[in-house]
């Protein structure tokens, strides 16, 4: 079971300590597992060791250890008593307040194994005794269940959190990522018997929970247990004879999410183009009420979203903009939030905007072009606050440069209307890049010149504040 204690009170309000052990010592000396210390004092009134939460029978109990000014649930005092999640435990009258959450209980460890294809249709009975031979790990994101090369010694069940698996497919020998694993997906089955070693890698690319059986444990398991040596081999046996479209299935019926702080929208838009995936990817923004940045996934509609047809981006819509203008925005501002995608129809308006026709690789590549060169864009133009004057009758604009003459058109429209820079960046149905370029042009050519003579005013710099209120920079 884990357990997550966190302080209410004190000079360390919000601050948590997790735990997995069955049982847990609270007290005032330093050798308890969770040893109680306040600036304030508050601690001054727990016993040396004051209390102990143990697991017992899948429940959680607070034990007090006789200690000197009692432990209080709910502020009720107690000597031994269940805890439900959010209690609230006060070590002494008016002494250091936590809060008990429970991560994973151990009825939920085994309901949750029985839903994970690699050990559905055990029995309840086998599923504990599986249990208690493995261990729920914690995983901070960045770091690697294993590397290219390394030798399998566990099998792993991920519980929470999205795992990146690279593998090497050209002559350069360098890692290309080609797929991510989410909650209830395994790795290392089919190498952990014959302790074969490992031809990709998996990294943790958000903090995850993951269930860790050793090959030694495995083994023992097969031997003792011929109900779990039957239905691994069975599992076994059908993985390897699956065929290609039986794969695709499983594929497309898994919906992959995550939050974008840990990833970079180039790696999971070249993983969705090397599995040949087809569906929509959706783009959340950040909510002000989640503590850890992240939107809630379907809580609130995405602020953007593409289309992938076998792979390749087809259609795409954020906001006013589309097709390549407003994939190209995407990489023009820092984002944050969470993402998802899953198999799903082309929707109406989706189907309304102009399709992508280049390749998925050439338009990341293009992308990253216009983000190296728009640094050097914005150097050329004055601060976001500035308005533009018109200095001619008409926009003056090639009939040979057809597509971002049609941008050129509208900017010149927003001109007219005094919009400050950072309104022409907002409301532009283009990219930055090309609105940056447009004003350049016309700056180049005299159509427009910088008003010097309008002041900013505070209305301007709330706009430049808000600008892009959802996006954080999530740039490694």
């Known amino acids: 079971m884990f357990v997550k204690l966190k302080y209410l009170n004190g000079t360390h309000p919000g601050s948590t300590k997790q735990f997995s052990q069955p049982i847990i010592r609270v007290g005032r000396a330093p050798s308890c597992d969770f040893a109680l210390y306040d600036s ?17 029978a899948n429940e959680l109990f607070v034990y007090d250890l006789n200690s000197s000014n009692g432990t209080f649930l709910n502020e009720v005092r107690v000597m031994r008593s269940p805890l439900k999640n959010g209690d609230a435990l006060s070590f002494g009258p008016d002494g250091l307040q936590l809060q008990v959450n429970f991560l994973i209980s151990s009825k939920d460890e085994v309901e949750f194994l029985s839903s994970c294809p690699l050990f559905q249709e055990l029995t309840w009975k086998t599923l504990q005794e599986v249990i208690q031979h493995g261990e729920i790990k914690q995983y901070p994101a960045g770091s690697y269940l294993f590397r290219i090369g390394e030798e399998c010694n566990f099998i792993y069940v991920i519980f929470s959190g999205l795992i990146e698996i690279s593998a090497v497919r ?163 501002m820092p984002l944050a939030g969470t993402f998802s995608f899953e198999l799903e129809d082309l929707s109406e308006d989706l189907a309304d905007t102009a399709p992508i026709r280049m390749p998925t690789m050439n338009l990341l590549l293009e992308a990253h072009r216009l983000q190296d060169e728009i640094q050097n864009l914005r150097q050329e133009l004055p601060d976001l606050t500035t ?56 700056l180049q050519t005299g159509q427009i010149s910088a008003d010097r003579s309008v002041k900013e005013e505070p209305a301007l710099r709330q706009t430049t504040v808000k600008m892009e209120p959802m996006f954080e920079n999530n740039r490694k």
């Open 170 to 332: 050209d002559a350069s020998g360098r890692p290309t990522v080609v797929d991510f694993l989410s909650s209830g997906e395994s790795l290392g089955e089919s190498l952990a018997l014959i302790n074969g070693k490992h031809r990709s890698e998996a990294r943790v690319a958000e903090d995850a929970e993951i269930f860790v059986l050793s090959t030694e444990t495995l083994k023992q398991l097969l031997q003792d247990n011929p109900e779990f040596a039957v239905k691994f081999s069975s599992l076994l046996c059908q993985r390897l004879n699956a065929s290609e479209s039986q794969l695709q299935s499983r594929r497309n019926s898994r919906k992959l999410q995550g939050d974008v702080h840990h990833f970079d929208l180039a790696t999971i838009v070249q993983t969705l183009n090397n599995l040949r995936d087809i569906g929509v990817l959706s783009l959340y923004p950040k909510t002000d009420d989640d503590s850890d940045g992240a939107g809630a996934i379907g809580a609130i509609p995405p602020f953007a979203r593409i289309y992938f047809e076998a792979g390749e981006i087809r259609y795409i819509k954020f906001g006013l903009r589309s097709s390549e203008e407003a994939f190209y925005q995407l990489f023009q």
């Open 40 to 56: 304030s004092g508050r601690h001054s009134v727990a016993s040396r060791a004051h209390a102990e939460l143990r697991c017992e």
């Open 387 to 442: 308005t533009f004057k018109i200095e001619k009758d008409s926009l003056d604009w090639p009939d040979s440069d057809e597509d971002r003459k049609r941008y050129a058109e509208q900017i010149w429209g927003l001109i007219e209307k005094k919009a400050p820079l950072c309104e022409l960046l907002g409301k532009a149905d283009c990219c930055n890049y090309t609105t940056y370029k447009v004003l350049t042009s016309l």
